[in-house]
């Protein structure tokens, strides 16, 4: 197995620097007229400031404002961070041990750097709050979802729990909230074909062979709302909130299904109402049987006065 090059500089805010590969073929004199036009989003005087302050780094150290282009080597430096605004929830931790962290990721906060949302993602306040720089998540999930998600502490480990959610050999039970159909019958398996294209914010059922499958069940009922049990086999984009939309039934809080509606990122109020609830595997290391629960509830189930306010 062809190990990962080790980075020349050392994490910032629990992240890795950006790397880039130089082209074998091209015109440029410098470095930094390459960077200049690979980087077309960063400002040139940011390009000149970072190389005079030896910020941008190849293996053998800082680059040189006027260093000569090198067809096929590489530089390291750290990206300018976006502004964010503070997810204000905190992570609860579940379990832990040498090989896994199991964590209670609040509504609102994404799984991983990606986008406007980096220093407030649950990858980089656990690896710095909990000093684990080598942290990285078995699994997602969306940044407005609740609940249970599994990281690998032990950089060995990764490739054997990684492997279980590929393979769908672990269980996984999410709760919901959303309207109450009495003419529904209920419990029920939905199979469908869901694709999701870039740039396109929300995923569609399409016809043709199902790649999607839901077990979808009624645990109780009251004031028109339905506690709901989901059970998906397979984890394609907003699964979940497509196939109760699609049963007419969409989930409380959802901004995407039916309809998308413009949420300013710092609205924190009527979360989408959905609870990553349990994951139950067989370790792959020990072979012991392992289970999960979540420690956090529905605000619409629990206190539907105050999720409505």
């Known amino acids: 197995m062809r190990r990962r090059q080790q980075p020349p500089l050392p994490k910032r805010h629990g992240l890795d620097p950006a790397r880039l590969r130089m082209p074998e073929e091209g015109d440029w004199a410098t470095v930094r007229d390459h960077l200049v036009e690979r980087l077309p989003r960063v400002p040139p005087a940011r390009i000149d400031q970072l190389l005079h302050e030896g910020g941008i780094v190849d293996l053998d150290g800082p680059i040189a404002p006027d260093a000569p282009y090198k067809p096929g080597g590489a530089v390291w430096f750290h990206r ?91 269980g996984k039970e999410y709760e919901a909230i ?82 998308i509606t413009d949420k300013p990122v710092d609205d924190f109020t009527r979360p989408l109402q959905l609870l990553a609830a349990a994951l139950e595997f067989t370790d792959p290391i020990s072979g012991e049987p392992r289970r999960f629960e979540t420690t956090r509830t529905l605000q619409a189930w629990d206190d539907p006065e105050k999720w409505a306010g």
Do not use: C, W
């Open 80 to 170: 300018d961070l976006p502004e964010e605004t503070t997810v204000p929830f905190d992570i609860t931790v579940v379990h832990r041990d040498d090989d896994l962290l199991v964590i209670d990721k609040p509504h609102f906060l994404a799984t991983i750097p990606r986008g406007q949302h980096i220093l407030q993602t649950a990858l980089v306040r656990l690896r710095r709050e909990l000093d684990l720089p080598d942290l990285i998540p078995a699994h997602r999930l969306d940044r407005v979802t609740a609940g249970l998600i599994l990281f690998v502490i032990d950089p060995a480990r990764r490739g054997a729990y990684q492997t279980m959610f590929h393979r769908r050999t672990v």
């Open 178 to 259: 959303a309207p109450f159909d009495p003419d529904l019958e209920l419990p029920r398996t939905v199979r469908s074909r869901i694709i999701k294209e870039k740039q396109v914010l929300a995923a569609q059922e399409v016809p043709g062979e199902p790649n999607a499958e839901t077990r979808i069940e009624l645990l109780e009922h009251r004031d028109g709302l339905g506690r709901y049990r989901l059970r998906p086999h397979t984890g394609r984009t907003h699964q979940l909130r497509l196939h109760m939309n699609g049963l007419g039934i969409p989930i409380l809080g959802d901004d995407f299904y039916p309809d």
